[in-house]
């Protein structure tokens, strides 16, 4: 007769019993842990303002300060204000907005972090004049940590600001703004290296490191910027061309005036081609001559010719080696200061040399912070 009663287990399945409940109790407490440092986990942190949004927000902040500022100066009752200073202030307050609406539209907003110029605005035009210096100066200074077309766009707003700094200096003399090209070269700080400074070149045309070698020899061609500082070169050339050809075919006041013209743009073919001996570029040879329009002489047609020679050391900031963009603004500084003694729109003195810019700021809304009176 069989027995019915289960016997004692067999120690294989008490075996796998006592190893699926030791499993489970290691599953749960790998959960458990898991849950815990997920939980105690910091959260991520987010990234700083780049280079670039950092400069462009500091950019905005100081062009939205001053535009207010020079409306201000610009008002009717404006305190000790004369009709001159009136109109620089107001030229300089549409200038300043149109700045700040482009740069208020562009991509990658700043970081709360992101520090602000100094919060107490210029109180008269020559403090005024001297706050739009320390701008421009501080535009200058990002040069060299930011990318090429943000580099390119901050020198063309450190020029407008020159610009205007120096039409309020002379508004404050009594003097009104040049109506013509000034009869003396304008100052252009030299491009010209010093010696310890330029780099030797190697066989490939590039800077080196090394000592200066009897085989290396600047190419054309070769290094940054080769393409942009021929063409800042050949538009310099022009520009010399041309007004030395008016200047034979006029006499007086307007020959002198044209002769002073050429000068200046001599030198700042001279910078150009600084800039080129220390990038290790060879520049283009002295073009045999230009062929000049009928109406060379009008004022449309210079003007165009120094927009010209401005938009080029424009694209010239944008894409030389950080070291060189400095030397480069300068042209460009030199440039828009010719250019504005023709006479041009305010969005051409907002962004000089920086075609781009001018369409987009002349395409914009731009709310005024006041209505400002000759602007």
Known sequence: MNSTTPGPARPDARRRRRTGMWLAAVGVALAVGSGTALL????AVPPGPTARETALARAEADAALLAAAAAGLAAPGAAAQVDGVQKAAARAARVLDLQR????????????????????????????????????????RDLGGVDGPTARLLASLAAGLQVQAERLRAAVRGASPPAS???????????????SSVPSCNRAGGPSSAGPSSAGAPSAGSAQGSSELATTVRAEQAAVWTYTVLAARSEGAVRAGHLASAAAHASQEDAARAIADASCVRPPADAPGFALAPDAASPASLAALEDSAAQAWSQLVGAAAPQQREAAADGL??????????GITPEEEAFPGHAEARSAASRAPQPSPAATPGG
Not at 101 to 128: E, F, I, N
Not at 181 to 195: D, F, G, H, K, L
């Open 40 to 43: 105690a986990a910091p959260g």
């Open 181 to 195: 090209p000034p009869t003396e070269p304008p100052a252009v700080p030299s491009a010209e290296p010093s010696p």
């Open 333 to 342: 500084a030199a440039a828009a200061r010719r250019l504005a003694a023709l």
């Open 101 to 140: 609406g482009l740069l208020a539209g562009s991509p990658g907003p700043a970081s709360p972090t992101t520090p602000a110029p100094a919060a107490t605005p210029p109180a008269d035009a020559p403090g005024l004049a001297e706050a739009l210096d320390t701008s421009a100066q501080a535009r200058r």
